[in-house]
């Protein structure tokens, strides 16, 4: 090979291996401090468009299962509402079979009618008064639970009602046995009543913990996805800092060694 001061080839290309070597050790350095495979478009731009997108469909998700416990929890509150107006009814029950039955006095009867008003006036303030999220739980108006996967929708729709002692049709007074025995009638319906939306209740409730478990294997499969795309391989890019460690080494020990190659020209003219 003929000895030339005007380029350094040899230079030239150690300058370009060392470049490469630095480009490749920050590459593993960024991945390993990160822990993620692609830090940029450069990186793997297919992969992070689906990354991206898996991601996406994540975060709908992740929501979605917010607002299907939001949605659960909503019922649940109507659930116990229900269950305590069941037991005022039982108790009512109790107090209408008393006061019908002929040996009690009109004081007494007086008495019982008195504690059945105040069962009465208790249902009402438990329809009007039960609240959730700021939000009356009993209402006619329909609500709606929104579900998503960030590219297909779906939503359960429920309506509690109203709840009250005239919807539940409790008219009649406790204060002769006639009218005792007519409200006993009206209790008991009103018990069915009660029961039958609670078991609509209940349906609802199943049906939206049902699509919180489907979101949750969701969100845990598609994670799976997005990390088996994003995540970086701990192991490999440990053999890789070695290596490239190693050659960034070598390579600057060459360049030193290739530039000191043209001071062997000075030696013919001495």
């Given at each position: ?7 350094n080839i040899a230079s ?117 008064n039960t609240t959730f999220?700021?939000a009356s739980v009993f ?132």
């Amino acid at each position: 090979m003929a000895l030339s001061i005007l380029n350094n080839i040899a230079s030239i290309a150690a300058q370009n291996q060392v470049n490469i070597t630095a480009t490749g050790l920050q590459r593993t350095l960024f991945r390993l401090s990160s822990g993620s495979r692609i830090n940029s478009g450069a990186d793997d731009a297919a992969g992070l468009a689906i990354a991206d997108g898996l991601r996406a469909n994540i975060s709908a998700l992740v929501q979605s299962g917010r607002n299907a416990n939001d949605g659960v929890g909503n019922l649940q509150v109507a659930d116990g509402a229900f269950g305590q107006v069941s037991n005022l009814l039982n108790r009512a029950i109790t107090l209408a079979t008393e006061a019908a039955t002929g040996t009690v006095s009109s004081s007494q009867r007086t008495a019982l009618d008195a504690e059945y008003t105040a069962i009465k006036a208790e249902i009402d303030r438990i329809g009007t008064n039960t609240t959730f999220n700021g939000a009356s739980v009993f209402s006619a108006s329909t609500t709606s639970i929104f579900l998503s996967d960030g590219g297909s929708n779906s939503t359960l729709t429920t309506t509690v009602g109203t709840l009250s002692s005239t919807g539940l049709s409790l008219s009649t007074d406790l204060t002769s046995a006639s009218n005792a025995a007519t409200a006993l009638g009206e209790i008991n319906t009103a018990i069915a009543t009660v029961a039958g939306n609670r078991g609509t209740v209940g349906a609802v409730i199943n049906r939206l913990q049902a699509a919180q478990n489907v979101i949750n294997s969701q969100v845990q499969n598609l994670t799976a996805a997005e990390d088996g795309i994003r995540a970086a391989d701990i192991a490999q890019e440990v053999a890789s800092l070695t290596k490239f460690s190693i050659l960034n080494q070598t390579g600057i020990a060459a360049l030193a060694q290739a530039n000191s190659q043209q001071s062997s020209v000075l030696s013919l003219l001495r």
